[in-house]
């Protein structure tokens, strides 16, 4: 199986802060890497696929880049609504694979 | 609007038996393949069991092969899961999952709220 590790695990930051959360592969997935948000009580919502594509309703402070097996995650204002954890996903092999999560808090 | 409602979690003890469905409505349910997603809360989730569109591409995590058997019903848009001899380690919460086409391609898009399966003695 493809092993997926996020780091850092957790991290503070203030509203308005630049945040960057990477995901490392065991193997080359190319572009075939997902990003998911995930809320207490709440299921995770896809962000980013195919390691940059945006999905639709999702703002554009968001972004996605990477290739092979390093990946990142950029929030680039961070606003109140975006204090979750964050997964990312491998899609290029069976079975797909999760990060362990990033959890974003409050500073 | 996309939705996915699961049914049939609860409390079963080693070894038992349940059977999870996903009712689904707002899309065309025969044009995509459809997936079971666990997760153990503060855990990261983890990929059950995917099926095709027209139920001839099937995947399993090794860790439930032999034991999970997913089907879908496209006449009545349902998801199923039957889960025989469970074990603790299959405590979770379970969701369905809409993929974004026709075949396993592992994005998952739309996802059910999930039932809660309790394997405990």
């Known amino acids: 199986d493809v092993q997926m590790t996020q780091s850092p695990s957790s991290l503070s930051a203030s509203v308005g802060d630049r945040v960057t959360i990477v995901c490392r592969a065991s193997?080359?997935?190319?572009?075939?890497l997902n990003w998911y948000q995930q809320k207490p009580g709440e299921t995770p919502k896809l962000l980013i696929q195919a390691a940059s594509a945006l999905q639709s309703g999702i703002p554009s402070r968001f972004s996605g880049s990477g290739s092979g097996t390093d990946f990142t995650l950029t929030i680039s204002s961070l606003q109140p609504e975006d204090f979750a954890t964050y997964y990312c996903?491998?899609?290029?092999?069976?079975?797909?694979?999760f990060g362990q999560g990033t959890t974003v808090e409050i500073k | 609007e996309m939705k996915l409602v699961e049914s049939g979690g609860g409390l079963v003890q080693p070894g038992g038996s349940l059977r999870l469905s996903c009712a689904a409505s707002?899309?065309?349910?025969?044009?995509?393949?459809l997936h079971w997603v666990r997760q153990i809360p503060g855990e990261g989730p983890e990929w059950v069991s995917g099926i095709s569109w027209n139920s001839e591409i099937i995947g399993y995590a090794d860790s439930v092969r032999g034991r999970f058997t997913i089907s879908k019903d496209n006449a009545d848009s349902s998801l199923f899961l039957q889960m025989d001899k469970l074990r603790l380690d299959d405590t979770a919460f379970y969701y369905c999952?809409?993929?974004?086409?026709?075949?396993?391609?592992?994005?998952?898009?739309?996802w059910g709220r999930g039932v809660l399966v309790t394997v405990s003695s």
């Open positions: 999952v809409k993929d974004r086409g026709r075949l396993l391609d592992w994005s998952f898009g739309v």
């Open positions: 193997q080359s997935t190319t572009d075939y």
């Open positions: 707002g899309f065309t349910f025969d044009n995509y393949a």
């Open positions: 996903q491998q899609s290029s092999s069976t079975p797909p694979t």
